[in-house]
């Protein structure tokens, strides 16, 4: 590996940093050790703990758990994506008393805790938790899809536009049938990653009592005793990053391959967001 | 209206509970997601592929996940908090130090490679080139994008809330049992406080944006 912030290492510096390396793991290694004995003496790793993965009930309430996520995630991304459109070929209307409230909306949506959102929905509206997940779920999201489509827009050269309505489109023709499709196949590693987000925030289900994940977890954990909250919570922890990174892959792999492919090139935009929207 | 006026001590409470924790887990994960990302293009293979660990695990963990893991699972493993904000702020700052090491990294990569070529070429070892020269201009083509991940923080303190935590959040479902009729009100001056810290954060990340863009 070279880097053009120092310069290729020479036999001096490969041992200094062979040295660092050798300490670098032992010291990562010695910490691991400490945290496994200090679980070892808590009775964590005693089979009988683990045993409990031998049943079927316990993986069909996890395995219930993990739907229940999947399907919140899938129903909201199904409805905010639509939606997300809308709310941008609104944002960036020509028209004065359609732009101006659209962009107050979407400044309330965005800066407003997801969870309060869910809350509200929850206690006002009086609907069961899986809605008032799913709702808060779509009026965040729309709200961040609405900005990457414009950031999308925005960054396709002026031509595109100016050809659309030289040609006889009226506006709204020329960002349909243009200037969207362009935009959308642009920003379409930032709409994965956004999938990330939005499937990371189903777990703030938890809160507002809906049977997710980590809603099984806490059941299972009342339900069979508190010296079988860490396995449970581990293997929980375990399905859950493997789904997102699995997610975050795929931003990745489109990523790769737009750029191949599409003439433009994408926007690069570092997976899972650099705004850790929530 | 009546409820938000007469329960003003407890918003404001909760309002600088909130701001506490985003402040205090703000320059914990500012100086911690720094480090990553100094890790993350150093000379040295094991510091990189710890760095490289940590941030890719960490930004796709839930945040719920990593409260319930520091505030449910870490006392039942005899690690006991004093009071539950130590909890949070270690949650909040672990989580938003991944997301500064990436953010940070691409600045680093922002900078011209001439410039670290120059300061090599004057004899700096890889300390001098990161400190005297790529970080302070990461730092500020940075700025914008760290000032989101500083809202997104604010945001997510309202997770402490539902972990015995009283800020904004966690007062916002108190006071919702105890006003059971007027659970609307109660709510919207919650999301107030919210919008009070968010939005002037968000203007202040555009004008930055604005006045920062160097042209290169």
Same mark, same amino acid.
């Given at each position: 590996?070279?880097?053009?912030?120092?310069?290729?290492?020479?036999p001096?510096?490969?041992?200094?940093?062979?040295?660092?390396?050798i300490?670098?793991?032992?010291?990562?290694?010695?910490?691991?050790?400490?945290?496994?004995?200090?679980?070892?003496?808590?009775?964590?790793?005693?089979?009988?703990?683990?045993?409990?993965?031998?049943?079927?009930?316990?993986?069909?309430?996890?395995?219930?758990?993990?739907?229940?996520?999947?399907?919140?995630?899938?129903?909201?991304?199904?409805?905010?994506?639509?939606?997300?459109?809308?709310?941008?070929?609104?944002?960036?209307?020509?028209?004065?008393?359609?732009?101006?409230?659209?962009?107050?909306?979407?400044?309330?949506?965005?800066?407003?805790?997801?969870?309060?959102?869910?809350?509200?929905?929850l206690?006002?509206?009086?609907?069961?938790s899986?809605?008032?997940?799913v709702?808060?779920?779509?009026?965040?999201?729309?709200?961040?899809?609405?900005?990457?489509i414009?950031?999308?827009?925005?960054?396709?050269?002026?031509?595109?536009?100016?050809?659309?309505?030289?040609?006889?489109?009226?506006?709204?023709q020329?960002?349909?049938?243009?200037?969207?499709?362009?935009?959308?196949?642009?920003?379409?590693p930032?709409?994965?990653?956004?999938?990330?987000?939005?499937?990371?925030?189903t777990?703030?289900?938890y809160?507002?009592?809906?049977?997710?994940?980590?809603?099984?977890?806490?059941?299972?954990?009342?339900?069979?005793?508190?010296q079988?909250?860490?396995?449970?919570?581990?293997?929980?922890?375990?399905?859950?990053?493997?789904?997102?990174?699995?997610?975050?892959?795929?931003a990745?792999?489109?990523?790769?391959?737009?750029?191949k492919?599409?003439?433009?090139?994408?926007?690069?935009?570092?997976v899972?967001?650099?705004?850790?929207?929530? | 209206?009546?409820?938000?006026?007469?329960?003003l001590?407890q918003?404001?409470?909760?309002?600088?509970?909130?701001?506490?924790?985003?402040?205090v887990?703000?320059?914990?994960?500012?100086?911690?997601?720094?480090?990553?990302?100094?890790?993350?293009?150093?000379?040295?293979?094991?510091?990189?592929?710890?760095?490289?660990?940590?941030?890719?695990?960490?930004?796709?963990?839930?945040?719920?996940?990593?409260?319930?893991?520091?505030?449910?699972?870490?006392?039942r493993?005899?690690?006991?908090?004093?009071?539950?904000?130590?909890?949070a702020i270690?949650?909040?700052?672990?989580?938003?130090?991944?997301?500064? =090491?990436?953010?940070?990294?691409s600045? !680093?990569? $922002? #900078?011209? /490679? %001439?410039? *670290?070529?120059?300061?090599?070429? +004057?004899g700096?070892?890889?300390?001098?080139?990161?400190?005297?020269?790529?970080?302070?201009?990461?730092?500020?083509?940075?700025?914008?994008?760290?000032?989101?991940?500083?809202?997104?923080?604010?945001?997510?303190?309202?997770?402490?809330?539902?972990?015995?935590?009283?800020?904004l959040?966690?007062?916002g479902?108190?006071? =919702?049992?105890?006003?059971?009729?007027? !659970?609307? $009100? #109660?709510? /919207? %001056?919650? *999301?107030?406080?919210?919008?009070? +810290?968010?939005?002037p954060?968000?203007?202040?990340?555009?004008?930055?944006?604005?006045?920062?863009?160097?042209?290169?």
């Amino acid at each position: 590996m070279t880097s053009v912030l120092y310069d290729v290492p020479g036999p001096k510096a490969r041992r200094i940093s062979l040295i660092g390396s050798i300490i670098g793991v032992i010291v990562i290694a010695a910490i691991v050790v400490l945290a496994i004995m200090t679980l070892a003496r808590q009775g964590i790793f005693e089979g009988q703990r683990w045993a409990i993965f031998g049943q079927a009930d316990v993986w069909s309430l996890i395995l219930n758990g993990v739907g229940a996520t999947l399907s919140a995630a899938a129903v909201a991304a199904v409805i905010a994506f639509p939606l997300g459109l809308l709310l941008c070929l609104m944002r960036i209307s020509d028209v004065a008393w359609i732009r101006i409230p659209t962009r107050i909306v979407l400044e309330f949506l965005r800066g407003m805790p997801v969870v309060l959102m869910m809350l509200f929905v929850l206690l006002v509206f009086a609907t069961s938790s899986f809605v008032a997940v799913v709702a808060g779920l779509v009026l965040y999201n729309s709200a961040i899809f609405a900005e990457i489509i414009r950031a999308g827009i925005q960054s396709l050269p002026k031509g595109q536009r100016e050809a659309g309505l030289a040609i006889g489109l009226t506006s709204f023709q020329s960002r349909l049938t243009i200037e969207l499709p362009q935009a959308i196949r642009r920003m379409l590693p930032s709409l994965v990653a956004q999938l990330v987000v939005l499937l990371k925030d189903t777990s703030l289900g938890y809160i507002v009592a809906y049977g997710e994940l980590l809603r099984a977890v806490q059941v299972m954990a009342d339900f069979l005793g508190p010296q079988f909250l860490f396995p449970v919570f581990f293997v929980a922890a375990a399905i859950y990053i493997a789904i997102n990174l699995a997610v975050s892959r795929l931003a990745i792999w489109i990523e790769r391959r737009g750029s191949k492919k599409a003439a433009g090139g994408m926007a690069h935009v570092p997976v899972a967001g650099t705004v850790p929207a929530k | 209206m009546d409820v938000i006026i007469e329960s003003l001590p407890q918003y404001w409470d909760g309002f600088l509970r909130t701001l506490f924790l985003a402040v205090v887990s703000g320059i914990i994960a500012l100086i911690f997601g720094t480090l990553l990302a100094a890790a993350r293009v150093s000379p040295i293979a094991a510091l990189r592929g710890f760095s490289m660990a940590y941030v890719e695990i960490v930004r796709n963990t839930p945040l719920t996940i990593a409260f319930f893991f520091a505030a449910v699972v870490l006392p039942r493993l005899g690690v006991t908090f004093q009071q539950f904000e130590v909890a949070a702020i270690i949650a909040l700052s672990a989580y938003t130090s991944a997301f500064i =090491a990436e953010a940070v990294r691409s600045g !680093v990569n $922002s #900078v011209p /490679i %001439g410039q *670290a070529e120059a300061a090599r070429s +004057i004899g700096m070892k890889f300390s001098q080139v990161l400190s005297l020269i790529i970080l302070p201009q990461a730092l500020r083509t940075v700025i914008p994008p760290l000032i989101n991940i500083l809202i997104a923080l604010v945001k997510n303190s309202s997770v402490a809330g539902a972990f015995y935590v009283l800020e904004l959040f966690g007062y916002g479902k108190q006071l =919702a049992n105890e006003h059971g009729d007027a !659970v609307m $009100s #109660v709510l /919207i %001056g919650v *999301a107030f406080f919210y919008l009070l +810290i968010t939005v002037p954060l968000g203007y202040l990340a555009t004008v930055v944006e604005r006045k920062v863009a160097i042209a290169r």
